[in-house]
């Protein structure tokens, strides 16, 4: 029975530590990107020169 309340509190505080995380990555603005995402599969993947030379 002690092995669940342990666990319990453990979990309680691993969730917490998770929330505190989202919250301060909300506030400090990382999710404030709204145009990138949309159109990033539309961008060009760049070549080195080497393998763009070795192609025929």
Do not use: C, N, W
Request: proline share 2%; glycine share 8%; hydrophobic share 45%.
């Amino acid at each position: 029975m002690s092995a669940i309340v342990v666990l319990l509190g453990l979990s309680i505080l691993i969730g917490g530590g998770f929330l505190i995380a989202f919250i301060h990555a909300v506030r400090s603005g990382q999710y404030e990107d709204k145009y990138t995402p949309s159109v990033r599969m539309l961008f060009d993947d760049s070549e080195s020169s080497e393998e763009s030379k070795t192609k025929i």
